[in-house]
């Protein structure tokens, strides 16, 4: 079998037998044409539009910010920082170490630093020998000098674990070198803020506060930022003894802000580099505390540990039943009748226990200051109870 040829002979007519013709592709040109048009127009209409400045609009071929495609307003303008003013610092016997609001001073005392007007600052003191010394002063324009007399005598003392990562980096305590990471420091002075510099080639410095408990060892840990330029920010990482504290950022005027809550991970606080940044820290059952840092270095890690708050004495007294034993917060502290036990202000916990009927029973109390709480154990029918 073989094709037919493209015509033949049928009733003596040549019938052309090619497909037909389609018009498929000269629709779509015609589309295209027709929306190339419109697109044109519409682009046309756009441009002849009047520019609120009276100038015609440029296409923006730089890419955007996304505050720009939200439309939203442009960032508020920086705040200056506050007005400063020269403070002299002295120490009786001169030579001392000083640390400003978190910064190591170059020079010893007698010395001068520039200080924030309106603003709180804290100046410790540091001199072998002698006990270290601490002024906080809410630097006003006519505040010229801070003075503080050193006595003699040796701090109690801890111990401090520094690491970092990576490790291999430069610690300074107070201004002295002490060694490289990983570090023991076998004896530091306690109950006073130590400031410590971890140092590493390639790397941000990065500055951390911490303060010892006296006999016990802190431990110290830092992860180094690779440096990629100069920064206008400064992050300041908040860890808090205990954890679970609210940790708020203060301005003078401004409404307090609440930056977070420490947990098993620190609060970040971003702040203008060359400001002061105030900070306070809360927790429940807890005396709050705060600091002021002067941000010069990019990172910082502030430990803020919160003093436990003072308790004064109360008194509870169980009456009733005779021969029960008394437990006060998983101690026996005698049988009923009880006629006074000195507690610590607060909740605690009353078990009453009667041994011959074996019965069991349990209460929270509230001692109030220098005051006396009464309770009675009542054994009635084999059944014990508080009231």
Do not use: C
């Not at 120490?91 to 020079?107: D, I, K, M, Q, T």
């Not at 006990?131 to 111990?159: H, M, N």
């Not at 530091?188 to 400031?195: F, K, Q, R, S």
Request: no cysteine.
């Amino acid at each position: 079998w073989a094709p037919p040829p493209e015509s033949a002979p049928v009733g003596g007519d040549d019938i052309s037998i090619k497909p037909p013709r389609s018009y498929t592709g000269l629709l779509m040109l015609l589309l295209v044409a027709v929306g190339a048009g419109a697109l044109y127009w519409v682009m046309q209409q756009e441009l002849d539009k009047p520019e609120p400045t009276g100038q015609r609009a440029a296409f923006d071929l730089q890419p955007r910010s996304l505050d720009d495609v939200l439309g939203k307003h442009p960032a508020a303008p920086e705040v200056a920082p506050p007005k400063r003013t020269v403070v002299r610092l002295t120490s009786e016997p001169p030579g001392a170490r000083v640390v400003v609001n978190g910064n190591v001073l170059p020079e010893l005392t007698p010395t001068a630093v520039q200080a924030f007007e309106g603003r709180w600052t804290t100046v410790r003191m540091i001199l072998p020998g002698y006990l270290p010394a601490e002024k906080r002063v809410e630097v006003k324009p006519d505040t010229q000098a801070i003075d503080l007399a050193l006595e003699k005598g040796s701090p109690p003392t801890g111990s401090l674990y520094v690491d970092s990562a990576p490790q291999g980096a430069e610690v300074t305590l107070n201004g002295q070198a002490v060694g490289v990471t990983p570090l023991k420091l076998p004896k530091v002075a306690a109950l006073t803020e130590l400031t410590l510099q971890v140092l590493k080639e390639g790397y941000y410095p990065h500055v951390v506060t911490y303060t010892v408990s006296e006999g016990k060892q802190g431990d110290v840990g830092v992860r180094l930022v690779r440096e990629s330029g100069d920064r206008r920010t400064v992050v300041v990482n908040v860890e808090t003894i205990p954890l679970g504290a609210e940790v708020k950022r203060i301005e003078p005027g401004q409404p307090d802000k609440i930056e977070g809550r420490t947990s098993n991970f620190p609060v970040n606080v971003n702040a203008l580099a060359g400001q002061p940044l105030h900070l306070h820290a809360e927790a429940p059952r807890f005396e709050p505390v705060e600091t002021t840092l002067d941000l010069k270095a990019p990172f910082y890690t502030v430990y803020l540990r919160l003093p436990e708050p003072v308790l004064f004495d109360g008194h509870l007294s169980v009456i009733g039943a005779k021969g029960v034993v008394v437990y006060v917060d998983a101690e026996e502290v005698g049988k009923t009748p009880l006629r006074k036990h000195t507690l610590k202000e607060g909740e605690h916990e009353l078990v009453l226990f009667d041994a011959e009927s074996r019965q069991r029973v349990k209460t929270t109390v509230v001692i109030s200051r220098d005051q006396m709480l009464q309770k009675s154990a009542v054994l009635e029918a084999g059944k014990l109870t508080i009231n």
